[in-house]
């Protein structure tokens, strides 16, 4: 291996190469200032958009005002002849005794003359009679400000000219409208012009020939229309789309501009509101000019300057991409060279040497990365090492070791004592889940003790439980969540230990214990009698003598006879057991006694405990001697609650209190003479078999031995 320092400087500098490059970012920059001036245009383009239209729209504005003031001129020149008109009207409606229905509107009409149609409004502003059918039958009321104006009328005096509007019925031609109340108030006479007076001004005052002009000078708008304050367009009366009554409607109630995105298709329609309206008449002479621009003329301009800005970038691109392509020829060689050994390298071929370069940056890469190549094959041995020793390490520790991956349950590591202790060789199992390799019962136990750990990721679960692979050999399992670098579950390890030989021990401590203590309670019995014996007078004395001696050695054979049977039969195994024979069995272990025992199991058989006997037993000893005289009757029973199976041991002394009712149970409890409970419960539990003090203080007391479900069966 070559050191850094023994390699020589070769060929050209790299900055050379970097100078070339830094030539070819001018290239972004061109870029840069392309968009830049992209959006310098657009901006202009939209600020000669807006001040076009603000002074297109101040034009429209004011010849719409002229126009207007041109109709009020024309519009006065008409007021006295209408009065003149309303003076026959009203001197009709008087002939006819104030009777709209007897006045000879025909004659009146001819009498007046052609172009006028005369009009009779009642107080519910409806046209009751008239000369012009098209609009007989017209409501006002349906108008709320024209209403209003009625109503004004109506109540008031004299002559009440209004301006030329367009007929809102028939064909929508121009006509000149003035009232006057009647003398009663009930009426409203109404008088209308039309025809002939009209004529060259829809042909003169009407054209709109100068708002064709000023909408011509804007390139932006495409369109306009001209519409009145009832939502209808000026030149024609006729409706626009249903849309833009709903806009004109809200204009007219805000007596505002408007104006409304077409973003689809790139246009607005701008609605200008001209308020006309003079509080003099009342009609309302208003304008609403809907003004259409479109942005399709900036945008095929903006598209143009772009089209032209990217040609030009497009060659400048061009240009630079054939200066790169030789330039980044000569600078890539060498890199690729250096790319394909690191491959090499990278697929374990750690003997492999990096190639040497013409580049003095280039020689030094090529120095450092074989320095490094060399401090990771020294690494990548160590670490092989480190592997085998800990892997060795595991495989000879005298418990069962394994390793199962928390998202995917598959099994990554089982150590030789597994092997040995669950009779399964790692090559089974490893790459597999529990569902593979154990009865489905098994499994599902597994999976929910591992659904439990990655549930509680930070939380370590032991378990002591009989084996099903050896016989009922005792294990104590052990289940350690595995986080990685970011906190997050990655292993379940697993720690498993044979205590099979501890619980042996354990149980013939507790049987010597028992056996022993209930002997040399028989013999203290016997010893006492024997001390009496020699008080003893008559047969009758003496029979009973003898029948309580031989009672107590009788107890003392059953008890060694029962221990002899227990070591022969095995105290690790948890059996099927039948109730009846246990408790009858138990009997067999108390001494001679004056309680009456009833038992009534019935046919149930309970997987427990090989002591399940001793269990019993201890619970009759207990009784015997703290029952006291108040003890006269134990009651052994089982009833089936809630799928499970409830063996009730009850007896009729004075009971356990509430405070000591859990504390019994305790492994140093020295409240009472009971003794063992805390015996009991633990060989109970191995089985999952539970027991509590269940009785009432005075009572008796009452102990409930629950079985689970699956730990009982009735014989069949």
């Not at 840069?32 to 992209?38: E, I, K």
């Not at 005096?157 to 929508?172: A, K, Q, S, T």
């Not at 098994?442 to 439990?452: K, L, P």
């Not at 199976?645 to 509430?658: C, E, F, M, N």
């Amino acid at each position: 291996m070559r050191s850094a320092g023994n390699q020589n400087p070769r060929g050209y500098s790299f900055s050379l190469y970097v100078l070339l490059c830094m030539v070819v970012l001018v290239l972004c920059v061109v870029g840069f200032l392309t968009v830049n001036d992209y959006h310098y245009a657009k901006e202009n383009f939209a600020r000669e958009e807006q001040l076009l239209q603000a002074q297109t729209e101040q034009n429209i504005e004011e010849g719409i005002r002229l126009k207007d003031a041109l109709w009020n001129t024309y519009d006065a020149s008409l007021n006295e002849q209408m009065r003149q008109g309303l003076a026959l009207v009203s001197a009709e409606y008087e002939r006819a005794g104030r009777d709209p229905a007897r006045m000879d509107l025909a004659s009146l009409k001819e009498q007046i003359g052609e172009n006028f149609d005369i009009y009779i409004i009642d107080e519910s502003c409806v046209i009751v009679y008239s000369t012009y059918e098209p609009e007989l039958g017209m409501d006002f009321s349906t108008i709320p400000s024209f209403s209003r104006y009625l109503a004004k009328i109506r109540n008031g005096e004299g002559f009440y000219p209004d301006r030329i509007v367009n007929e809102l019925m028939g064909e929508g031609k121009a006509r000149k409208y003035a009232y006057q109340p009647t003398p009663d108030h009930r009426y409203i006479l109404e008088l209308g012009l039309t025809g002939k007076p009209f004529e060259n001004v829809d042909e003169g005052v009407l054209a709109d020939d100068n708002i064709d002009t000023i909408v011509s000078v804007n390139p932006y708008l495409v369109g306009y229309r001209i519409f009145n304050t009832m939502g209808r367009q000026s030149s024609d009366g006729s409706l626009p789309e249903p849309e833009v009554q709903e806009i004109l409607k809200k204009i007219v109630e805000s007596r505002a501009t408007v104006e409304v995105e077409d973003t689809e298709n790139a246009m607005k329609r701008r609605y200008l509101f001209i308020d006309l309206e003079d509080e003099t008449y009342g009609s309302d002479p208003s304008r609403i000019v809907e003004l259409t621009y479109s942005d399709k003329l900036i945008h095929e301009s903006l598209n143009e300057l772009l089209l032209y800005h990217l040609l030009t970038g497009a060659a400048a691109i061009l240009i630079g991409c054939i200066i790169a392509f030789f330039l980044m020829r000569r600078i890539t060689r060498p890199v690729q060279e250096i790319v394909a050994d690191v491959r090499i390298i990278s697929q374990g071929d750690l003997d492999h040497r990096i190639r040497p370069t013409e580049n003095r940056e280039f020689a030094i890469l090529e120095s450092s990365i074989n320095t490094m190549v060399d401090s990771l094959r020294q690494a990548f041995q160590k670490m092989q090492d480190d592997e085998i020793f800990k892997k060795e390490m595991i495989d000879q520790l005298p418990v069962g070791i394994f390793v199962k991956r928390a998202d995917t349950r598959e099994y990554v590591f089982w150590n030789r004592a597994c092997e040995k202790m669950f009779a399964i060789p790692a090559d089974s199992i490893v790459g597999r889940t529990d569902r593979d390799v154990f009865p489905p019962a098994v499994a599902t136990e597994c999976e929910d003790e591992d659904t439990s750990i990655i549930n509680n990721p930070r939380e370590i679960k032991t378990k002591v439980e009989v084996s099903w692979l050896r016989g009922g050999g005792v294990l104590h399992l052990i289940l350690v969540p595995i986080l990685d670098s970011n906190k997050k579950l990655q292993y379940i390890l697993g720690i498993a230990d044979d205590v099979s030989h501890e619980n042996i021990n354990l149980k013939m401590d507790l049987l010597f214990s028992l056996t022993r203590h209930d002997i040399l309670d028989n013999l203290a019995v016997i010893i006492s009698h024997l001390e009496r014996a020699q008080l003893i007078n008559t047969y009758d004395e003496m029979q009973t003598f003898f029948a309580r001696t031989l009672g107590s050695v009788s107890s003392i054979k059953n008890q060694i006879s029962a221990m002899r049977a227990l070591q022969d039969g095995g105290l690790v195994s948890p059996a099927w057991q039948m109730v009846q024979k246990v408790v009858r069995d138990a009997l067999t272990l108390m001494p001679q006694h004056a309680v009456t025992v009833v038992h009534d199991v019935g046919d149930f058989e309970v997987f427990a405990d090989p002591l399940l006997p001793r269990v019993f037993s201890l619970l009759l000893e207990n009784s015997l001697k703290s029952g006291g005289k108040e003890l006269t009757t134990i009651r052994i029973s089982a009833l089936v609650q809630d799928d499970d199976l409830h063996i009730l041991y009850q007896d009729d002394s004075t009971g356990v209190p509430d405070e000591d009712k859990e504390m019994i149970f305790d492994s140093g409890y020295a409240g009472t003479t009971m003794r063992g409970l805390y015996l009991i419960r633990e060989l109970l539990g191995y089985t999952g078999i539970t027991i509590r003090e269940a009785g009432i203080f005075g009572a008796g007391t009452r102990f409930d031995i629950r079985v689970p479900r699956d730990k009982f069966r009735k014989k069949a």
